[in-house]
């Protein structure tokens, strides 16, 4: 089974590392990622707001997409591992698969472009992949180097799991502690792990966005944490970007290493740092690791 | 009665369509069927109604049977659920044979399901040419008298059936009450007082559960469960399984003891009466007035019954000698009148909602087992005290968990908000504690009850309006530390709000027991996708079933508090006395036959009867059926190979002659 993959425009540029990761993560599982080809913008969640119909035809040119690049195969599953783009891409599919009336207009637009869509696209997020076609016992065999002892709060973010909760838990999601148990790391209990991290409002109404991150990096800390784990490159981007800013503005130390799930599976896998972009980081990881 | 050949009298039908208001006129143009329905061959007169069910809508079919010499009836209207019986009574009244009425179902089957009034019109023609098609063949049928038995059966020990048992006892009635758990009292029994009046749960119960036991008139089966169900109205066959106590109940005083002796010197296992807040022995009584009065070895967890090993100083203790490791399940076979089922429900379990924390928080609570901790012979005598042994200061009162909510319940479980109130009440004058309600709406109505709601407001307990969004360990503050931060939206000041406190009680809601579908198939009864049993009509019929006979009372039927269980545990009694009084039941004459000509003795349908009710007769070398045994399910019908077995009301002619009248009009 193969499967195609939706970087978006985030795995290209701020979450580069999630993307280094996530393939080199797929690369070690013998199961490779194939980037779809000509992809566009999902439209985010943004789009939606200003005309639906269009940014629901804009994010149907991709499924579209996918299936011609996969004409044989019966099911053809995209991966996306943003959280915004696994949500319009997931809304989207379902929209089409509705008869609405809408969906035949939508449908008419790609056939007018030469992109006929039947329905067999499903949308898949990384973490489903991970744990319900891999499996965990698969995983825990590429296992080299175990997280061991390091404390790690997973944070799941807002748009993963709500309104889809497609393979998980929304209210207390257990997917990607399963992963990090699996690594050998140890999960701390918090209940914040939907809870909002500010998302666009940091580059809007900055003080609100700072402080929903600033909760959340001082919750984890307070329970001991050495680590968040992310699965989404705008939580990733202000949980970390903004440590100093935060230090400044509550008259308190922030520094809290913020990375993808992905790139603690790569390193316990034994992948090196640069494979998972870990270079990139603006609050290493190194001391937390040098400390166990 | 009208005397007709039928076999070569002209059929003379009269069809009627029934307005039932704008019910079926809203969807059906009622004058077109009925213009229609004159076209049709022997239709002698056709016409609309606004309420055929009515006096003068049944008084017009009468004037025509006796002035057109009319010899069929076909009336469109609704189900022959709901008014079959009307009409075929208002032939009867006219001397007409009652089986040469037919229904065509216009409202549940066209009105109600079809939006565009063009094809409702047209929908309703093809099912009114299938009625009168069909009832050209049907058959004068007589319906047969077989006498009812007094006793009665009460299945489930909770208020509902202690009601229910103790009101057809007194009547005269014997009554078998059969209960699943070793004792008598159901949920009723595990509170500590009752809303709105705050009486004691145990004064007014406990005295109702012993006239139970001592009633001549009542055989008690307690720690027993119906088996299989066979019979119909008036004549049910039930059997009963009765689980090893591994005790001889007769003789068994419940002098306690065999528990002081048993080799477990301390109690560890959970006592599932305190929802496992207590623990007990293998040998227990569930609590000290359990009825009835004896105690019950546990197979799980005694020693002698699980390893097969112990030193057995119970049975050596014992005053009585009751102890009997040997027993087995045994079998109670009864013959019984009326059934009436008082199962009650099951509370919802908090840990189907994470977010609230009941699992993982010590100190989140559900309202039962509350009940029990407010409760002066609970596991801590009525004290109200956190898991470190302090009062809480403070107490989080969480409304609608798992009732109102899509995720879980949509339906609202009707006693929670009032007993909320009461749980806020007994918990403040236990504790003096700060308590917040946090409701969606309040709903109190009910005699006294909204009374209740204001004195809790006059005692200063807290309400705040909003569904909360979470409870947890989160600390923002150094005063939030080491308590249970509740977030929710406060909706009458429009702001999110965060209330540290050290308890939470979640407030549950009620659920149809986990078998309840188990159950309802086993007394041939329709339950509800949430699994409460259905009613006959949810007006007219509320205690009784679709199958005659047996009866509801109780939370089995859907979520009610203590007055309405017993107001409707009295109705189920009243009912099922009226039945049994009146000393016979009618059949329907759907029974099979076997046409004597066609059978060519294949046997095919002797195996296949469930009943038993056919026999291959030897001599004559053809199947004989018993018709006092047939239930008339069909299976030989559908299995004759040569059509030589066939069913009143329900020939291959009729059915297919039905289809003809379809097929004609499309």
Not at chain 1, 258 to 267: C, N
Request: net charge negative; hydrophobic share 40%.
């Amino acid at each position: 089974m193969s499967y195609l993959y939706y970087p978006g425009c985030s795995l290209k540029s701020t979450g580069i590392g999630y993307e280094e990761s996530i393939l080199q993560v797929f690369k070690t599982l013998h199961t490779p990622l194939e980037e779809l080809d000509d992809w566009n913008c999902c439209g985010a969640t943004a789009y939606m707001a200003v005309d639906e119909l269009k940014a629901y035809a804009l994010a149907s040119r991709n499924l579209a997409l996918a299936e011609k690049q996969c004409p044989d195969d019966p099911v053809v599953d995209v991966v996306a591992p943003c959280a915004a783009c696994f949500l319009v891409l997931y809304k989207t599919q379902q929209y089409l698969a509705k008869k609405n009336g809408k969906d035949l207009q939508i449908k008419q637009a790609l056939k007018d472009v030469g992109l006929p869509y039947k329905g067999k696209v499903r949308i898949r997020h990384p973490l489903d992949v991970l744990l319900n076609d891999i499996g965990l016992e698969k995983i825990k065999n590429h296992v080299k180097q175990p997280l061991k002892g390091l404390r790690v709060a997973s944070y799941y973010g807002c748009q993963m799991l709500r309104p889809y909760a497609t393979f998980d838990n929304p209210d207390n999601p257990q997917s990607m502690d399963q992963l990090i148990e699996a690594m050998g790391g140890e999960v701390i209990d918090w209940p914040l792990k939907t809870r909002c991290c500010g998302a666009s409002l940091t580059g809007t109404v900055e003080e609100v966005g700072l402080r929903l991150s600033y909760i959340l990096l001082k919750e984890a800390e307070n329970r001991g944490a050495d680590v968040i784990a992310t699965a989404c490159p705008l939580c990733q981007f202000n949980l970390e970007c903004y440590q100093d800013r935060m230090s400044q503005l509550y008259h308190d130390k922030v520094n809290m290493p913020v990375v993808y799930f992905s790139q603690l599976m790569g390193m316990a896998f034994g992948s090196t740092q640069k494979d998972l972009g870990l270079q990139r980081l603006f609050v290493p990881l190194e001391p937390a690791l040098a400390a166990k | 009665m009208i005397a007709f050949d039928y076999n070569t009298a002209t059929p003379r039908i009269g069809v009627y369509i029934c307005h039932c208001g704008i019910n079926i006129a809203g969807k059906v143009k009622v004058d077109e069927v009925a213009a229609f329905a004159k076209t049709l061959p022997h239709v002698v007169k056709s016409c609309d109604y606004k309420f055929m069910c009515s006096d003068p809508g049944q008084e017009l079919i009468q004037q025509d049977i006796r002035e057109l010499g009319l010899n069929r009836v076909v009336v469109a209207s609704c189900s022959p659920l709901l008014h079959e019986p009307t009409f075929r009574k208002a032939c009867a009244d006219a001397g007409l044979n009652p089986f040469f009425f037919q229904m065509a179902n216009i409202r549940e089957h066209v009105s109600w399901v079809t939006p565009d009034k063009e094809a409702g019109t047209e929908k309703a023609k093809a099912l009114v040419a299938a009625a009168v098609e069909r009832v050209q063949h049907n058959r004068p049928l007589e319906k047969k008298q077989v006498p009812v038995n007094a006793n009665a059966m009460v299945v489930g020990g909770g208020i509902a059936g202690i009601h229910a048992a103790l009101t057809l006892a007194n009547s005269g009635k014997h009554v078998y009450l059969v209960e699943r758990e070793p004792t008598i009292g159901g949920h009723m029994a595990m509170f500590d007082k009752t809303f709105p009046t705050l009486d004691c749960a145990a004064c007014i119960l406990t005295p109702k559960m012993s006239d139970v036991k001592n009633h001549p008139n009542i055989t008690l089966w307690s720690y027993s469960e119906v088996e299989q169900v066979e019979g119909y109205a008036g004549n049910f066959k039930v059997k009963v399984k009765r689980k090893p106590r591994y005790i001889n109940e007769e003789s068994c005083v419940g002098c306690l003891e065999c528990v002081d002796a048993c080799v477990f010197k301390t109690p560890r296992f959970d006592n599932e009466f305190d929802l496992g807040l207590k623990k007990r022995k293998p040998v227990y009584m569930p609590f000290p007035q359990a009825t009835p009065t004896v105690v019950t070895v546990d197979p799980k967890t005694c020693l002698q019954l699980s390893k097969g090993k112990c030193a057995q100083k119970c049975a050596e203790v014992c005053p009585k000698d009751c102890f009997d490791f040997t027993q087995t399940e045994t079998y109670e076979d009864v013959d019984v009148g009326a059934i009436i089922l008082a199962t009650g429900f099951q509370v919802f379990d908090g840990k189907r909602i994470p977010k609230y924390g009941y699992g993982k928080y010590e100190n989140v609570y559900s309202s039962l087992e509350v009940e029990r901790l407010v409760n002066a012979s609970g596991p801590t005598q009525g004290e109200l005290v956190l898991k470190n042994g302090e009062k809480p200061k403070s107490v989080a009162i969480i409304h609608c968990v798992g009732s109102r909510d899509h995720k879980t319940n949509k339906y609202c479980s009707r006693v929670c908000c009032m007993y909320s109130l009461k749980l806020a009440h007994l918990i403040k004058e236990r504790t003096e504690a700060e308590i917040y309600n946090f409701y969606i709406d309040m709903r109190t109505p009910g005699k006294g009850y909204e009374e209740f709601y204001d004195r809790l407001l006059e005692e200063g307990v807290h309400f705040i309006r909003g569904r909360v969004a979470e409870v947890s360990d989160w600390a923002m503050t150094p005063e939030e530390k080491g308590k249970l931060i509740i977030r929710a939206e406060d909706t009458l000041i429009g702001m999110p709000r965060r209330i540290p406190v050290d308890m939470v009680v979640l407030s549950v809601g009620l659920e149809a027991h986990k078998d309840a579908d188990e159950v309802r198939r086993k007394f041939n009864i329709s339950c509800s996708h949430e699994g409460w049993f259905h009613e006959r009509h949810p007006k007219l019929a509320p205690v009784s079933t679709a199958t005659d006979g047996i009866f509801l009372a109780g939370a089995c039927q859907g979520p009610k508090d203590i007055p309405d269980t017993v107001a409707q545990a009295g109705a189920a009694a009243a009912e099922a006395m009226a039945m049994i009084d009146k000393g016979v039941v009618e059949l329907e004459p759907n029974t099979a036959y076997i046409d004597e000509e066609l059978c060519c003795g294949c046997r095919t349908c002797v195996g296949m009867c469930p009943y038993s009710a056919i026999k291959a007769d030897e001599a004559l070398g053809i199947a004989v059926l018993n018709e006092a045994l047939c239930k008339g399910c069909g299976t030989c019908v559908a299995a004759c190979p040569s059509g030589a077995a066939q069913q009143n009301m329900f020939t291959d002619q009729q059915i297919f002659e039905e289809l003809v009248g379809v097929l004609n009009y499309v």
